[in-house]
């Protein structure tokens, strides 16, 4: 019924970009609190980026700032995350999540996608 699908990832060399997009189905999340996550094999799951659309508030994991920046389209709901000068440790599967209140950086999110991979080469 409620579904988040990640789009965007590739392959990237290091110090190029990448716009990941996360775009709700079956449900409006008009208003929902948007967050990034990234995973990768043997480290536990990530915060990377989020935003209040109430507050219009962002954060971001301290080693992606200045390079990533998130955002949010109110016409379709849709989340983006904008990452510039990639670096190979931002290798990851990155994954969208939402809720109906904001819950920062931590991972207890309702909604989830199933992830799109990225991958920066060195």
Do not use: H
Request: proline share 5%; glycine share 10%; hydrophobic share 30%.
């Amino acid at each position: 019924q409620v579904q988040l699908v990640e789009s965007g990832g590739g392959l990237v060399p290091a110090g190029g970009s990448l716009r990941l997009s996360c775009a709700p189905s079956g449900r409006t999340f008009s208003s929902y609190p948007m967050t990034w996550f990234r995973q990768t094999p043997g480290k536990e799951r990530e915060f990377v980026a989020g935003i209040n659309p109430i507050t219009s508030k962002t954060y971001y994991k301290d080693s992606v700032k200045g390079r990533f920046t998130i955002s949010r389209d109110s016409a379709n709901n849709t989340a983006y995350l904008q990452m510039s000068s990639l670096k190979p440790e931002d290798t990851a599967v990155y994954y969208c999540a939402a809720d109906t209140i904001f819950k920062g950086a931590t991972s207890l999110y309702a909604y989830w996608g199933r992830g799109t991979e990225v991958a920066v080469s060195s």
